[in-house]
């Protein structure tokens, strides 16, 4: 049944990317219980996401970007895990 009791908050924030094949990893890497929607845009670089707070902690959808290889403007992805990233998607990282 439907949680339509569940409300959910519209947040947007930084996430470092290039392409269409960081689109799909980042939107894919917070698809998480508790969130609605994830879209990030190339141009801007930000992700705009519909989450509940009550079922998840905006940290924790930072911290899910972050494992994928993508820093936000709250945490970075630690090195291994950027290097692993396809040629197309190194992103300029900032200090």
């Avoid at 924790?60 to 494992?67: G, P, V, Y």
Wanted: charge should be positive; glycine fraction near 4%.
């Amino acid at each position: 049944k439907p949680a339509s009791n569940v409300s959910y908050i519209t947040e947007t924030f930084e996430v470092l990317g290039n392409c269409d094949m960081c689109k799909s990893k980042i939107e894919k890497a917070v698809m998480i219980t508790g969130v609605k929607s994830a879209v990030w845009n190339k141009t801007t670089k930000k992700l705009t996401i519909q989450y509940a707070p009550s079922k998840v902690d905006i940290m924790s959808i930072h911290q899910k970007i972050a494992n994928a290889g993508y820093d936000t403007e709250k945490l970075r992805a630690d090195n291994k895990t950027y290097n692993k990233l396809h040629s197309c998607c190194k992103y300029d990282r900032k200090d």
